[in-house]
T-cell receptor, first 115, second 112 residues
Framework: AQTVTQSQPEMSVQEAETVTLSCTYDTSESDYYLFWYKQPPSRQMILVIRQEAYKQQNATENRFSVNFQKAAKSFSLKISDSQLGDAAMYFCAYRSAGSNYQLIWGAGTKLIIKP | NAGVTQTPKFQVLKTGQSMTLQCAQDMNHEYMSWYRQDPGMGLRLIHYSVGAGITDQGEVPNGYNVSRSTTEDFPLRLLSAAPSQTSVYFC???????????FGPGTRLLVL
């Protein structure tokens, strides 16, 4: 069975600096999708970034980028120029590209932004 | 375009009561799902649907029922509420397998 591990329960960063959140996963599949979701205090789940395993190029979305290491089964999220609005829980998630519809979630990392 | 909507936002139930959490989407998505989120844990899949008339169980289906009579709606029914079902419930939809899931705002449920 697939698993997703986020080893950092909490991270803090100074405003305008860069922070990296870690995520590792375990799977025997070769084709899958990886996601980072943000959950602010409002509890709404917001997609931050999506990566397809067959793409070697790391996904980027403005200040957010990932370091996808398929062989190491690692999928870290880098947030550049951190802003106060980035404060939230961040969840890493995995989904098989096959017929299994289920998203497998990590336990989350709480990101604190220091002004 | 409202996206995914959920009602109610917050509900208090007594043990043994039943209720239905509503979920609707206006994006014509085939796939819909229900998750629960408990403190310190990621989301866990309760039930999902790959289209109208088709549903299947997720990781934690016990105590919940679903149906999908239309593409737009995917209600979640609690048959006999238990304190262990106190949680935040999220509904999500996506266009297809592997596509990005869009989440509703969540329903916070407290079972006394």
């Amino acid at each position: 069975a697939q698993t997703v591990t986020q080893s950092q329960p909490e991270m803090s960063v100074q405003e305008a600096e860069t922070v990296t959140l870690s995520c590792t996963y375990d799977t025997s599949e070769s084709d899958y999708y990886l996601f980072w979701y943000k959950q602010p205090p409002s509890r709404q789940m917001i997609l931050v970034i999506r990566q397809e395993a067959y793409k070697q190029q790391n996904a980027t979305e403005n200040r957010f980028s990932v370091n996808f290491q398929k062989a190491a089964k690692s999928f870290s999220l880098k947030i550049s120029d951190s802003q106060l609005g980035d404060a939230a829980m961040y969840f890493c998630a995995y989904r098989s590209a096959g017929s299994n519809y289920q998203l497998i979630w990590g336990a989350g990392t709480k990101l604190i932004i220091k002004p | 375009n409202a996206g995914v909507t959920q009602t109610p936002k917050f509900q208090v139930l007594k043990t043994g009561q039943s209720m239905t959490l509503q979920c609707a989407q206006d994006m014509n998505h085939e796939y819909m799902s229900w998750y629960r989120q408990d403190p310190g844990m990621g989301l866990r899949l309760i039930h999902y649907s790959v289209g109208a008339g088709i549903t299947d169980q997720g990781e934690v289906p016990n105590g919940y029922n679903v149906s999908r009579s239309t593409t737009e709606d995917f209600p979640l029914r609690l048959l006999s509420a238990a304190p262990s079902q106190t949680s935040v419930y999220f509904c999500a939809s996506s266009r297809g397998t592997g596509e990005t899931q869009y989440f509703g705002p969540g329903t916070r449920l407290l079972v006394l």
